[in-house]
Structure formats: structure tokens, C-alpha cells
């Protein structure tokens, strides 16, 4: 940024006529650590940035601009060029000139993410712009910024490091090129800094990336963006009639799809169009009318002059700020944005931030237990407090519910009993009918505790188990159903460990567990690596093995311990879904093996997120858990050759 201040005209000016292509220099790829030889993917899902309040620091991030522009991805295969938008149309015709400069790069099968965008003469990126560029067919003076490489001549590096792959990628596309096709540099550390400077150029923001992460489709947080201005996309869903001399319409009623699928209206745009854009996009809209709305207007709105239309069309909306009833204030238009399906527009309602929408039933498969859903209990009104401040949620009496738990959150008794409640129907099978060990603690940031037995003193939905032959009776806690868990809630209960066993075979275990615990300082690629490693052990003796990410480290110096003995009798590993007794409230989540193989990391899964991420999937990434058939000592003999 200091480079930026200096001499501005060095990054930002649009109208160089130095087009000229410096030498590319030598790309080992097979090199680059984590590159795997395979073909060139058929699809490829972009990865997402999550939304920010304040830019990153340290030295583990990198920091790029933020553009607003079209995001496509350049897929270089055999002499042919085909530029994809994130929602997996074909772009090509469209910027045919992009197209021929991508081709004349000295490469046989390459996939380039980047950002086409329209830069004005100071250097900032116009959305209108670009759209006016597009409708008179002049896209010869776009830009394409490429910020990442995901493949080059056979190899995939979907699986390397960001500063490998833009290493790689700036020996294709010189940092110091000018013209449309262009690399987009970046900072290493001093976030907080470099979006100040950025702002100050009235950019639109910054993405900032951990620098040591490999490519993981779909939105994570090892990409954050943090704005300089509020501008976000909304679903078209009605417009008002003209007033005055105006034509066309007066103003667009927006709306977004929550993680249920339901529309919510978000209030009215009237700004930011000209007279071209009001009589066009007005023909757009007639042609979609509708009778009946789509979307609940909240009370007091007038429903005056208003016509509803088909939510098909995406709206790019900047605006000062949402009210403290969910309502853009002060919202101008900016554009359409054709390149977005108005299903994939999905916020948090209670903090306004982007989502993942949920599986398309219609290209996707369902879940594979239909009763596997996340519950909207979640959702429900709160119960009715008592005098003393306690409530009943599933008939179990909830004490003190406004207290923290987690050590780093704000998460109350309430709110984790809310949490079980959403994914009743993912936890309970990893749970029920197992003997816990729990971890206690009488307040967030108190010292914590094992127990292994129970008293009187639990509430009656936790189940009680004595173990014969024992010369004193030691009663067990375990649970069947929700009031259960509500009632670990309700004691405080921070992290739940099962038995690998069934209280109804209780020495016949169906599970063994490897903890992999790995050295502090070591990096998160080496564990999955190792995971991988272990999977294919086991494959290599004919069994099927599943896998959790956790927070779980210990001093290991420069290693990974496998940790075998969670399987004797009455040993225990953390709960499948459950919460980590860590700031932040981690969560043991489940994940499929190609997630670990594309670098999922464990800091993704919270108390917060994992309700989200559930609605997400297709499938249960532990679907064949409980119906795999298989033993250890067949294996073994099968291996011996007994």
C-alpha cells in the first residue's frame, strides 16, 4: 500500500498502452508441496469470503483488493478458453477478447480464478461500469484481475498453499503487467493497515487469505473480506409505481432467503438508476409479474402502487446501514447481477451476514437419513421465565439460562440448549445409548472437571446405568433423547465423551477411535495429511474409517501422536457434534473424506456455524457409520492370510 501511495499510477492506471507480455519464466509445479498429477477437473465450486467487522492482523495473512466486478474462472484446456462465472455459466462469448489473451499464455491446461472488472480513470472499480461495457459490447476495455492458480499442465493445486499457488501464478501473469489481463498482488500481514489505505482510495474493500491454506470450495473463514462500504446483493421481489415525471417504476422492494428457504423482506431501493435503467429494468420486471406477493411486509409498510414479481433477479445494493428492524437504510441501486441465482442470496437474519444456501433438491442428492434435518425449534419464541429467572426448554428446567458457558463467546445455557435442539436429529445418534464422561464447569473461565458418575442431583431426563460386579454401586450418566442432552446443559456440561460401546453390549464395542494430536506449532496441513495416511492404512486391511475435526493439540514436538487408547473399557473420545470446552466453542464435527483431502480446517466449526453448514449438505458425511459391517479381527486374519 505504501507502493500505492507513492505513486498510484504504478497499480491503479487504466489507460497504459504498454501491452507487451514479459517473459514467462519456468513453472515447476510438480514442485509446489501439495500438487497432485491428476486431470483437469470437469467442475470446479469457487471458494467464498466470508464477511469481516474488521480486517485480520499478523503474519499468517495476506491481503488483497477487493474488486466489483464479475468473478469467473478461466479454464484453459487444449488450445480452448472458457471463462465460468461462480454460478457456472458459460461466459465465454461474452468477453471473447479476455478469452484470446487468456489462450495466448504459454500453457497447455491451466484454471485461473480471478475478478473481470471495469476500472475508471482514479483507479477504482465501477459495478455500473462494467455493465454499461457489457450492453454496448466495448468489453475490450475491461480488466481481469487473476488472483489464484488451482491448475497448471496437469497438475492440481487446489491442495498447495496460497502463496505457492500466486507465486506460481505471477511467473504466468508478471505482477508488473499492464493491459487486461493482470495479476493481483497482495501484502503479507498489517490488515488493519492496509484496508485504512484502501478506504481512503475509496476502494471497495479487501479480501484478506491465510497465506499457508490450501483451495477450499465453498465459503470458509480462511477468506474474510472487510468493506469500506456496505454493499451487498439482494433478490428483487416487487417495485412501486412512478411518481411525477419519472418513468419506469419509482422503487424496488428487495428481499434475501434465510437458511430455512424462507424470503424476508429487506426494505426499498429508489436511488442510484438513470433514465435508461428505470425503462428498461421496468420491462424485465413486467414480464415476471405475479398477483400474490412473495414475501411478508412487515407492519405499517404501505402496500401502495406495489406490484410483485418472480424472485428471479438479483440486485447489487449499496446502502448505509440495517435498521434495528432488518431494513436497508439510505439503499442505492447499483446493478443487476446476472452472473447470481436469487437462490443463492442468503443471510443471517440475526446478523446479516452471507450464508451458504441450502442443497438444491433438484441437482443434488438428499440427505441420507430424511429425518436428518436441523430442527427450527432453534427458531421458537423464548419460553416463559419463572420468577426466579429459570425456564422450561423440552421439559427440562434451565437455571440461571442467561449464564456464559464457553470460555471466549457469549454463548448462555439457553443458547447451547437452543444449539442441541437445531441438530437433535445429527447428535443423538453419535450420543444416546452410550455412557458419558463429562466435562464440567461451574461457570465460563472456571477450572473445569471430569465426572464420570452421577448423583441425585441430575435432572431426571439423564438416564442412570450401574455396572455389575462392582463392589460399589457406580451409577453412569448416559441419554436417549433431547431432554437428555438439555439436561447436560443444564449441568453445566461443557464437553460430552462417549463410550465406544452400547449399554446394551457394553463390552462389545462399534467403534475405535485414533485421536491424532498433533504438536503445537506444527501446520494444519500435516494432520490431514496424516488422517489420509491412517485412512489408508486401515483401507489396506479392509476397513472403513471416518473422521472429526477438533481442536484438540498437545505438545508434540514437530509430530503427531495417534492416540490409540481411547478404545480400553471406559476410555472415551469427544462426542460426534459436540462442543469443545475451548474459547470460541469449537465443535467435533464430521466430515467427509474429500473435505480433509481439500484442507478443511477445524477452526470452520463452531457452536455458530454448525447448524448452518448441516443445512448445506447433500448427505451425512457419516452416513455408513452405524451400518458398515465390519470387524477388526477378520481384518486382521485376512491380512495375515489366516
Known amino acids: 500500500m505504501d507502493a500505492i501511495a507513492a505513486d498510484r499510477d504504478w497499480v491503479w492506471h487504466s489507460n497504459r498502452g504498454d ?7 519456468t513453472i515447476a509445479v510438480q514442485d509446489i508441496s501439495g500438487a497432485r498429477k491428476r486431470r483437469i477437473p470437469d467442475k470446479l465450486q469457487p471458494q467464498l469470503a466470508t464477511l469481516a467487522g474488521q480486517a485480520p492482523d499478523g503474519p499468517e495473512w495476506l491481503h488483497e483488493i477487493k474488486y466489483d466486478g464479475y468473478r469467473l474462472l478461466a479454464r484453459i484446456e487444449g488450445g480452448k478458453v ?37 476500472l475508471e480513470q482514479e483507479g477504482t472499480t465501477s459495478f455500473s461500469g462494467l455493465q454499461d461495457a457489457i450492453s454496448s459490447g466495448k468489453t475490450d476495455t475491461l480488466n481481469f484481475f487473476a488472483f489464484d492458480l488451482l491448475y497448471c499442465d496437469g497438475w492440481d493445486l487446489t491442495g498447495a ?78 417495485y412501486t409505481d412512478p411518481e411525477g415525471s419519472r418513468e419506469g417504476f419509482g422503487a424496488l422492494l428487495v428481499g434475501y432467503y434465510d437458511a430455512q428457504g424462507k424470503l424476508r423482506y429487506a426494505g426499498r431501493v429508489g436511488t442510484g438508476f438513470n433514465t435508461g435503467q428505470l425503462i428498461q429494468l421496468h420491462r424485465r420486471l413486467d414480464s415476471l409479474a405475479r398477483p400474490e406477493p412473495t414475501v411478508a411486509l412487515p407492519k405499517g409498510v404501505s402496500r401502495k402502487g406495489v406490484h410483485w414479481i418472480e424472485p428471479r433477479l438479483v440486485a447489487e445494493v449499496e446502502f448505509a446501514t440495517w435498521t434495528a428492524d432488518a431494513i436497508l437504510r439510505q439503499a442505492s441501486f447499483q446493478g443487476l447481477r446476472e452472473d447470481k441465482d436469487a437462490r443463492d ?58 449464564r456464559i458457558l464457553y470460555p471466549g463467546t457469549s454463548l448462555t445455557k439457553l443458547d447451547v440448549a437452543r444449539y442441541y435442539a437445531a441438530i437433535e436429529n445429527w ?26 458418575h452421577i448423583g441425585d442431583e441430575a435432572p431426571e431426563a439423564i438416564k442412570r446405568f450401574n455396572i455389575d460386579g462392582q463392589e460399589e454401586p ?38 475405535v477411535t485414533m485421536d491424532l494430536d498433533p504438536d503445537e506449532g506444527l501446520p494444519w496441513q500435516r494432520v490431514t495429511e496424516a488422517a489420509i495416511d491412517v485412512r489408508d492404512a486401515l483401507a489396506g486391511i479392509g476397513l472403513k474409517s471416518f473422521f472429526t475435526a477438533n481442536m484438540a493439540k498437545r505438545a508434540r514436538h514437530g509430530r503427531i501422536y495417534i492416540d490409540y487408547l481411547r478404545n480400553g473399557r471406559g476410555a472415551t473420545a469427544v462426542g460426534a457434534y459436540t462442543p469443545r470446552a475451548r474459547p470460541g466453542a469449537p465443535v467435533s464435527t464430521p466430515v467427509s473424506w474429500e473435505e480433509v483431502e481439500q484442507g478443511v480446517r477445524p477452526d470452520e466449526f463452531t457452536v455458530e456455524t454448525v447448524p448452518q453448514r448441516l443445512t448445506t449438505l447433500s448427505a451425512d458425511p457419516w452416513a455408513d457409520i452405524g451400518k458398515t459391517r465390519q470387524t477388526i479381527s477378520a481384518a486382521v486374519r485376512r491380512q495375515v492370510g489366516i
Open 345 to 402: 442470496v442468503v443471510y443471517d437474519p440475526k446478523t446479516r451476514t452471507a450464508v451458504e444456501p441450502a442443497a438444491k433438491s433438484k441437482s443434488k442428492k438428499a440427505p441420507a437419513r430424511s429425518k436428518q434435518t436441523v430442527s427450527n425449534k432453534a427458531e421458537t419464541d423464548e419460553p416463559q421465565r419463572a420468577r426466579d429467572g429459570s425456564l422450561l426448554f423440552e421439559g427440562v428446567r434451565l437455571t440461571h439460562p442467561d
Open 82 to 118: 472458457r471463462l465460468i462465472t461462480r454460478g457456472g455459466l458459460d461466459w465465454t462469448a461474452k468477453f471473447r477478447s479476455l478469452a484470446d489473451q487468456l489462450g495466448e499464455l504459454p500453457l497447455d491446461s491451466a484454471l485461473i480464478d480471478g475478478e473481470l472488472v471495469h
Open 19 to 25: 501491452n507487451e507480455k514479459p517473459p514467462v519464466q
Open 474 to 511: 457406580e451409577i453412569y450418566p448416559y441419554i436417549e433423547d433431547l431432554p437428555g442432552l438439555i439436561g447436560l446443559v443444564q449441568m453445566g456440561v461443557l464437553e460430552i465423551h462417549p463410550w465406544g460401546s452400547r449399554v446394551n453390549k457394553l463390552e462389545m464395542p462399534d467403534r
Open 161 to 238: 498453499a496460497l502463496e505457492d499457488r500466486k507465486s506460481a501464478l505471477a511467473k504466468i501473469i508478471s505482477p508488473n503487467q499492464q493491459g487486461m489481463l493482470r495479476y493481483s498482488d497482495h501484502q503479507i500481514g498489517s490488515g488493519p493497515k492496509f484496508l485504512t489505505q484502501a478506504c481512503h482510495f475509496a476502494l471497495e474493500g479487501i479480501v484478506s487469505k491465510r497465506r499457508t491454506e490450501p483451495y477450499r470450495p465453498g465459503r470458509s473463514r480462511s477468506w474474510l473480506k472487510s468493506k469500506c462500504r456496505n454493499r451487498e446483493e439482494f433478490v428483487i421481489v416487487g
Open 427 to 452: 447428535v443423538l445418534p453419535q450420543l444416546s445409548g452410550r455412557l458419558l464422561t463429562l466435562v464440567r464447569s461451574p461457570a465460563a473461565g472456571m477450572k473445569t472437571f471430569y465426572q464420570k
